[in-house]
């Protein structure tokens, strides 16, 4: 297994910046694929990112490209999510998550979960 704890999240303003992190224990982290999602109050959960094992593949929803960014450091067994201009539209619970394989944005396809930060952008 691996635990995933996500933190960064926050109350900030439309156009602020904010950088979401997601440690990772337990199994191997370079050995997952790994994702962001997100889910506003009364929607199903959103594909934002995902990034390959390597770091040398990632995929974005196309709602999120040019504004967030996903990376990640092997050796702290952490991911990222760096998100710029953000728009109240992004207030949601923001969760990562880990597969094995390629890049995909299907929650139903990743395994580990971990409990989410909350991020909420005022207008």
């Known amino acids: 297994q691996v635990q995933l704890v996500e933190s960064g999240g926050g109350l900030v303003q439309a156009g602020d910046s904010l950088r979401l992190s997601c440690a990772a224990s337990?199994?191997?982290?370079?050995?997952?694929?790994m994702g962001w999602f997100r889910q506003a109050p009364g929607k199903e959960r959103e594909f934002v990112a995902a990034?390959?094992?390597?770091?040398?593949?990632?995929y974005y929803a196309d709602s999120m490209k040019g504004r967030f960014t996903i990376s990640r450091d092997n050796a702290k067994n952490t991911l990222y999510l760096q998100m710029n201009s953000l728009k109240p539209e992004d207030t949601a619970v923001y969760y990562c998550?880990?597969?094995?394989?390629?890049?995909?944005?299907?929650?139903?396809?990743?395994?580990?979960w971990g409990r989410g930060t909350q991020v909420t952008v005022s207008s």
């Open positions: 990034i390959y094992w390597s770091g040398t593949s990632t």
């Open positions: 337990g199994r191997t982290f370079s050995s997952y694929t």
């Open positions: 998550a880990a597969k094995i394989g390629r890049v995909a944005g299907q929650p139903l396809e990743y395994e580990y």
